[in-house]
């Protein structure tokens, strides 16, 4: 009888109700901003909405506290970037490794009220 090797099925991603309400590290919050040290999600889980999810908690405090969000994106992660552009962060400044971006809650304000859509 022949033996047949099977590959081992990866997990299923969860989807984004199945995660935690907030980043599983916590944000630095200055008293003028709050700062976004790093995300990470599993290539294996990516593609499946985790990364909007965590982000648009931290945009919720951002608007709650009408303090701007600070990240840095690395240039190379082209995805990342066309997410948060997509969340309303702005490009503000680089360096020779990273792109900074900022949320700026006041300024998305004004658009979601122009009738635009930042959680397509």
């Known amino acids: 009888m022949a033996h047949r090797t099977m590959e081992p099925i990866p997990p ?3 989807t984004p109700s199945q995660t935690l309400p907030l980043p599983p590290t916590k944000p630095r919050s200055r008293s003028t901003a709050v700062v ?3 995300i990470q999600i599993h290539p294996a ?4 909405g985790i990364g909007t999810h965590l982000i648009t908690a931290l945009i919720q405090e951002s608007r709650s506290t009408a303090k701007p969000l600070h ?3 690395d240039r190379n992660n082209v995805r990342a970037r066309r997410l948060y ?16 971006m900022t949320f700026h809650p006041d300024r998305v304000v004004r658009q979601e009220q122009a009738g ?3 959680n397509r």
């Open 71 to 73: 990240l840095d994106v």
């Open 85 to 100: 552009e997509r969340l309303g962060f702005e490009q503000h400044a680089e360096s020779e490794r990273d792109f900074h």
């Open 36 to 38: 976004l040290g790093g």
């Open 12 to 14: 299923t991603p969860p």
């Open 45 to 48: 889980f990516q593609g499946n």
């Open 116 to 118: 635009e859509d930042l």
